[in-house]
């Protein structure tokens, strides 16, 4: 079992460019969280897909945005990138939408200059 | 007030120490609880889940307080290997991290 996957796992954007990071869920997971994670703080949640839908959404703007593929995989895409995107990306896998364990990738660690 | 706080620390203790974190959360309608490891520069992993009064691995205990809404991780007989920053999780229509509590154990 590879667990949860993501690549790029670093990355380099200027202000402005688009980017999209990828996740393959925990194999038998359907649902797919992301997170960004600035230093030294806590992960803060954007969204979650299920059944190749969003299901939830955190406070972030629709520069983020994201897709499920019925294979379950995932992307999150940022447009119009800021300097304060900079952070751990990361993605979370987890069997349904429910309060269970939800497993995480590496991350993809973004820096937009 | 936000869905979970923690202290961050940072807390510096001898190998061997016993150590205690807390967490303290907002929604008394939540029912489980996690604790995330997360080492420098990588993703959490977890730790313990809590869903009822407490839980016991090894060397590690999380308990819960209903009443006053926290939870708390305590770790035996520390191992520098428990360096890491412990992070809080109340899951409801989304993980709700805390902002993390970093630890350090020194020889």
């Known amino acids: 079992d590879a667990g949860v996957t993501q690549s790029p796992t670093h990355l380099i954007k200027t202000r402005g460019q688009q980017v999209t990071l990828r996740c393959s869920p925990k194999s038998g997971h359907d649902t797919v969280s992301w997170y960004q994670q600035a230093l030294g703080q806590g992960p803060q949640f954007i969204f979650q897909y299920y059944e190749e839908e969003e299901r939830q959404r955190g406070n972030f703007p629709d520069r983020f945005s994201g897709h499920q593929f019925p294979n379950y995989s995932s992307e999150l895409n940022v447009n119009a990138l800021l300097l304060g995107d900079s952070a751990l990306y990361l993605c979370a896998s987890s069997p349904g939408t429910g309060r269970t364990e939800a497993f995480f990738g590496q991350g993809t660690r973004l820096t937009v200059v | 007030r936000k869905e979970v706080e923690q202290d961050p620390g940072p807390f510096n203790v001898p190998e061997g120490a016993t150590v205690a974190f807390n967490c303290t959360y907002s929604?008394?309608?939540?029912?489980?609880f996690f604790w995330y490891r997360q080492d420098c520069r990588k993703e959490p992993k977890l730790l313990m889940s809590v869903y009822s009064s407490g839980n016991e691995d090894g060397r590690f205990t999380a308990q819960l307080n209903r009443a006053s809404q926290y939870i708390s991780l305590l770790i035996r007989d520390s191992k520098l290997s428990d360096s890491a920053t412990y992070l809080c999780v109340v899951p409801g229509n989304q993980f709700y991290f805390g902002t993390g509590t970093s630890l350090t154990v020194i020889p």
């Open positions: 929604n008394s309608a939540s029912q489980s």
